[in-house]
């Protein structure tokens, strides 16, 4: 069957009354639940309405898991514009320009403009999504033990190097999920690894408990430390043509949005990529070819429409990996990942053609998800505003109820709730410490994968390692790999010595500019 007949029959699954009305749903909760501070982490999000989904059948739960990510992806760029506060890394930059059209009265525009730039781009991303999935996969449906295995060391080693700052913080966090993920009994030798006698464990680690305790409660246990009162202060537009971008503010954006479009598309189906990468790396593109380069920082629509289109665009990048290789290519997508498991569906080559009523509704849904974020969100734009106003006081308390009874409800055991308090400890001590969460989850969820195709691969060959480089594709996303790996040493190290022998600058001498910059 084509793409066009695939894609057809789903759309005729992801159209039918119930799945409509839970894409629906799943935008509107992505988008309420994603605007809250301490929940603005898409993963977060996925986390916390991860019970609610895995209620429903399997295609109804992915189509609404999908609405859910569209609607969160939408819900950073409010608190950025109009408090100057990311809740999500990729909604960073969307401060420079974002908020300082908030403060010359142009707040209204900015949403708007972030809305439209953002409908613009998922629907790029998915179209591409459609036509790059399957081929992908053709070509994977050829794949091995070992081409897996290496393609998974792959997908980890690239989440390393630009886990930020630091990798070796990264590389913690990594080693971290591996070692969470190898606890329970092993399914080779049917020996217990880490249970400490509890039977609780030969399952190994709940997924939810682990995921809620690093993003939700560990944000909100962050969030703690620096909120001080009840309230947000901030004014907003109220009527909706306030929010709707003019004439002028399209046109300066239209290559922006292109360009944000496809920087993130590309970006984001490289697994460890993110839209944190995509969002930066358009906003300086699009800056350094603008003829406008002086307004940037001081509120050009173009730095708001360029880095919001790569956050969306990014959604329909991730999704190749996750669905043609079952390699999540963010802490969101192994949310994902995590409930096709759950549901019995093992994303990868065959999904396509194994489960085609999985895969090609979930595309489907993410088409729609994209017109329902921009029918329903852009007129809703002033009530997501005043939710922003709820206090803190009922804020968190609601927040640490729903991660509980999520947990709780997995298998209805007080176990998994304690778990969940030391994955939150543990979430928090990581927030204090610098070292990035994601790392930890997708080390988690492709841990046993990764340690499955390994054994394999060394059982074909009689434990000999070298089956990795007697295999041309292995041996090739081998070589990739280390050159990663060179290039991201070279470049540390550059920036290092940039830095050793940069001058100091005094800091009474910092320039008008930059100041206005920052």
């Known amino acids: 069957m084509s793409v066009f007949s695939n894609l057809l029959d789903g759309f005729t699954a992801a159209l039918t009354p119930m799945n409509l009305l839970w894409v629906v749903i799943g935008a509107i909760l992505g988008t309420a639940i994603g605007i809250l501070p301490g929940l603005g982490n898409p993963a977060a999000t996925l986390a916390v309405l991860l019970p609610l989904t895995l209620q429903l059948p399997p295609t109804t739960g992915l189509i609404t898991m999908a609405g859910i990510y569209h609607g969160a992806k939408f819900a950073g760029a409010t608190t950025a514009i109009l408090l100057n506060i990311p809740t999500e890394t990729s909604s960073v930059v969307l401060c420079y320009d974002g908020h300082e059209l908030a403060r010359q009265g142009r707040a209204g525009p900015a949403m708007g403009m972030s809305a439209i730039s953002g409908f613009v781009a998922s629907t790029v991303g998915v179209i591409a999504l ?5 081929a992908a996969a053709a ?3 050829k794949f091995g033990p070992p081409e897996f295995a290496v393609l998974m060391f792959f997908g980890l080693l690239l989440v390393v190097t630009m886990a930020g700052k630091s990798p070796v913080k990264g590389l913690i966090s990594m ?3 591996l070692l969470v993920a190898t606890v329970g009994v092993d399914l080779f030798t049917g020996s217990r690894r880490y249970t400490f006698g509890s039977l609780n464990l030969y399952d190994g680690v709940q997924f939810l408990s682990l995921t809620l305790g690093l993003f939700a409660v560990g944000e909100v246990l962050v969030n703690l430390r620096r909120v001080r009162g009840t309230l947000h202060s901030f004014t907003a537009p109220r009527r909706l043509r306030d929010y709707l971008p003019n004439r002028e503010d399209l046109r300066r954006s239209r290559f922006a949005m292109a360009l944000g479009s496809v920087i993130g598309f590309f970006v984001g189906a490289v697994p460890g990529g993110g839209s944190t990468i995509g969002s930066f790396l358009s906003y300086a593109l699009v800056k350094n070819t603008s003829r406008r380069k002086h307004m940037f920082g001081k509120g050009a ?5 360029g880095p919001e289109a790569a956050n969306n665009s990014e959604s329909g990048g991730a999704m190749i990996p996750l669905l043609s290789l079952g390699l999540p290519g963010s802490a969101s997508t192994s949310v994902m990942l995590a409930a096709l498991l759950l549901y019995g569906v093992q994303p990868g080559p065959l999904l396509f053609t194994d489960h085609p009523e999985i895969g090609w509704p979930v595309i489907a849904s993410l088409y729609l998800g994209t017109i329902a974020l921009l029918v329903l969100n852009l007129p809703l734009i002033p009530m997501w505003v005043q939710i922003l106003r709820v206090p803190y006081w ?5 927040i640490l109820v ?3 009874v999520g947990a709780y409800s997995v298998r209805g055991s007080m176990f998994d709730v304690w778990l969940l308090l030391g994955f939150s400890a543990l979430g928090y ?3 204090r410490l610098d ?3 994601a790392p930890m989850l997708m080390a988690f969820v492709l841990g046993p994968q990764a340690e499955l195709t390994l054994r394999q691969s060394l059982t074909l060959s009689g434990n000999s390692p070298l089956i990795f480089v007697q295999r041309p594709v292995s041996a090739t996303i081998l070589g990739v790999t280390g050159a990663v790996v060179v290039f991201a040493v070279v470049s540390r190290a550059r920036r290092r010595r940039t830095a050793l022998t940069a001058p100091v600058q005094d800091p009474g001498l910092v320039t008008a500019s930059e100041g206005e910059g920052r």
């Open 130 to 134: 459609t036509f790059a999935a399957p």
């Open 139 to 141: 070509v994977a449906v």
């Open 175 to 177: 080693v971290a999920g």
């Open 301 to 305: 629509i173009e730095g708001v429409a």
């Open 394 to 398: 009922l804020l968190y308390p609601t």
């Open 402 to 404: 729903l991660a509980v």
């Open 429 to 431: 001590a990581f927030r």
């Open 435 to 437: 070292i990035p969460s």
